[in-house]
């Protein structure tokens, strides 16, 4: 199938910033929505950020003006630059893509995949 590997999560300040990627690897044939989630401890995982294959963005309320999301099709790559980091943000961040991949009898199939994810500490 699929796999996605996330990097750049790690301990910031308030204030702040850090950069996300997530790279897609496998029989890839396609990548439309790509996706960053987080997930803080007791709390439902919540969308942040989406992007379309054509580069449409979407983001939660909570992070206008400070996160972008941006990719790089050519790699299956999706970035997620984070600034102005408040406490509140920290979480386990997690990507998630959807598209089409090719099986080993060449039959295109649809996928949708998460990252493992990484941690993002945010200190007062």
């Known amino acids: 199938q699929v796999q996605l590997v996330e990097s750049g999560g790690g301990l910031v300040q308030a204030g702040g910033s850090l950069r996300l990627s997530c790279a897609a690897s496998?029989?890839?044939?396609?990548?439309?929505?790509m996706a960053w989630y987080r997930q803080a401890p007791g709390k439902q995982r919540d969308l942040v950020a989406t992007i379309t294959s054509g580069g449409s963005t979407n983001y939660a309320d909570s992070v206008k003006g400070r996160f972008t999301i941006s990719r790089d099709n050519a790699k299956n790559t999706v970035y997620l630059q984070m600034n102005s980091l408040k406490p509140e943000d920290t979480a386990v961040y997690y990507c998630n893509a959807k598209g089409v991949y090719t099986d080993p009898f060449r039959i295109y199939r649809d996928f949708g995949s998460w990252g493992q994810g990484t941690q993002v500490t945010v200190s007062s």
């Open positions: 496998g029989r890839i044939f396609s990548i439309n929505a």
